[in-house]
């Protein structure tokens, strides 16, 4: 919140423990509403193991649906670069629940392990931003 603050972007939330989809909803409609070109929906946190959190991605896109139809327009796969090998596992998983279309890779600065994104980007035809 203090990031969008600084930047004088607004941002759509609600409390802890809230329904994800609920506020990728109120997110899309207030986008709508004052003519937003981008939106951001950070899903953060989602482990591939977790079954329930990734069920919700599956909710989070329909609900989008119902506010703009041919949402959401890109799929940010997240991978930590330091991850490694197990990064093609958390891809398999992830392009299973929704369709990934781009991939990102963080924390390259500190690991030599994060070569596997080319590997990843190669099998399952995502390319990296």
Excluded: Y
């Amino acid at each position: 919140m203090i990031w969008s603050e600084r930047v004088g972007v607004p941002i759509v939330k609600q409390n802890m423990g809230s329904d994800p989809a609920s506020v990728a909803f109120d997110t899309l409609s207030s986008a709508k509403a004052n003519d937003a070109d981008v939106v951001i929906i950070d899903t953060a946190g989602r482990l591939h193991n977790k079954i329930n959190l990734m069920n919700e991605l599956t909710k989070i896109k329909n609900v989008m649906k119902k506010v703009i139809p041919d949402a959401p327009h890109e799929i940010l796969l997240v991978l930590d670069g330091s991850t490694g090998q197990n990064a093609f596992e958390q891809a398999k998983q992830f392009t299973a629940a929704t369709e990934v279309n781009a991939l990102a890779v963080t924390k390259l600065d500190g690991t030599a392990k994060g070569g596997v994104v080319i590997g990843i980007s190669d099998h399952f035809r995502i390319p990296v931003k």
